[in-house]
């Protein structure tokens, strides 16, 4: 329980750092 929270989180983070760097 709670591995799918980490999981979106990891994607959210992921995807913001993604954003930042392309920035």
Do not use: D, K
């Amino acid at each position: 329980m709670g591995n799918n929270r980490w999981l979106r989180n990891s994607f959210v983070y992921l995807m913001i750092i993604i954003g930042v760097i392309v920035i």
